[in-house]
């Protein structure tokens, strides 16, 4: 059974930082594509970052240069350094794994975590 356990969310002023994890189980990390997506009060959800299986990374315009997307190959953990928080940061960050196959698209969850940025 796989799971996706993110952490590390919380309360921060805003010019912090927080680091958030996803511990998987289930599941090797270096397998899939792993993202981080947010949803703030009343918005979609969007994604925030991701690293592909071959470690190369994406951001969404809003973070680059304040969050980076890493992985805990040992760990089997995908991290979210998120420097100079702002208030629109503030969301439930949820961690996604997602493997593609011909027959089959393996698509994975998290619970969330929540993040609140305050001034």
């Known amino acids: ?22 511990a998987a189980s289930g599941i090797t990390v270096s397998d899939f594509d792993i993202g981080w997506y947010r949803q703030a009060p009343g918005k979609e959800r969007e994604s925030v970052a991701n690293i592909s299986r071959v470690g190369g990374t994406n951001y969404a315009d809003s973070v680059k240069g304040r969050f980076t997307i890493s992985r805990g190959n040992a760990e089997n953990t995908v991290y979210l350094h998120m420097n100079s928080l702002k208030l629109e940061d503030t969301a439930i960050y ?5 493997y593609f196959t011909y027959v089959r698209t393996y698509d994975y969850w998290g619970q969330g975590t929540r993040v609140t940025v305050s001034s």
Request: net charge positive.
């Open 94 to 98: 949820y961690c996604n794994a997602k």
């Open 1 to 22: 059974q796989v799971h996706l356990v993110e952490s590390g969310g919380g309360l921060v002023q805003a010019g912090g930082s927080l680091r958030l994890s996803c």
